[in-house]
T-cell receptor, first 114, second 112 residues
Framework: ELKVEQNPLFLSMQEGKNYTIYCNYS?????LYWYRQDPGKSLESLFV?????AVKQEGRLMASLDTKARLSTLHITAAVHDLSATYFC??????????????FGKGTLLTVNP | DGGITQSPKYLFRKEGQNVTLSCEQN?????MYWYRQDPGQGLRLIYY???????QKGDIAEGYSVSREKKESFPLTVTSAQKNPTAFYLC???????????FGPGTRLTVT
């Protein structure tokens, strides 16, 4: 059974600081997703990482994937209050044929304080 | 106006009643998914469907049923057999050959 572990689960940081969220998973996969969720809202796609060594950046967020270590990171640079949200990683596993399903981590609740 | 609609946004039911959650999409996507989210938890897959008239169980299918009679629609029925039905339910879609899953706005179900 695929397990996806995120840490930390709770992160309180000051504006302007840097930090990294980690996502470890237990079985082979070459596709990893990062999502953002605001309170009471649905999920917003941030990044899709498709291969070993993939790195993607959008604004103050940068995600990377190491499939050999089964590890993805989401790095936050110079945090601002608007980044406060819950961040999920999700790992894709084949459901047969061209289908696949996602297994999610429990999420990291990020609070950025002034 | 393209996208995924889930209705209603909030749903209240008494214990022992079946309830059906709606998911409709006009993105022309082939695959559709149902997830459940509990407070402080990630999403867990209930059912998914790659094509019309075909669907597979996810990780927590017990107490749920689905149908896929039309490409645009993938309703989820929460039956009285589901022991803890109170949760936030999210529908998602994906186009075959692509990697992105797009999520609907969700339905918050409360059963008392």
């Amino acid at each position: 059974e695929l397990k996806v572990e995120q840490n930390p689960l709770f992160l309180s940081m000051q504006e302007g600081k840097n930090y990294t969220i980690y996502c470890n998973y237990s079985t082979t996969s070459d596709r990893l997703y990062w999502y953002r969720q605001d309170p009471g809202k649905s999920l917003e796609s941030l990044f899709v990482l498709l291969s070993n060594g993939a790195v993607k950046q959008e604004g103050r967020l940068m995600a990377s994937l190491d499939t050999k270590a089964r590890l993805s990171t989401l790095h936050i640079t110079a945090a601002v209050h608007d980044l406060s949200a819950t961040y999920f990683c999700a790992v894709a596993v084949s459901g047969g044929g061209s289908n696949y399903k996602l297994t999610f981590g429990k999420g990291t609740l990020l609070t950025v304080n002034p | 106006d393209g996208g995924i609609t889930q209705s209603p946004k909030y749903l209240f039911r008494k214990e022992g009643q079946n309830v059906t959650l709606s998911c409709e999409q006009n993105l022309n996507h082939d695959a559709m998914y149902w997830y459940r989210q509990d407070p402080g938890q990630g999403l867990r897959l209930i059912y998914y469907s790659q094509i019309v008239n075909d669907f597979q169980k996810g990780d927590i299918a017990e107490g749920y049923s689905v149908s896929r009679e039309k490409k645009e629609s993938f309703p989820l029925t929460v039956t009285s057999a589901q022991k803890n039905p109170t949760a936030f339910y999210l529908c998602a879609t994906r186009q075959t050959g692509t990697y992105e899953q797009y999520f609907g706005p969700g339905t918050r179900l409360t059963v008392t």
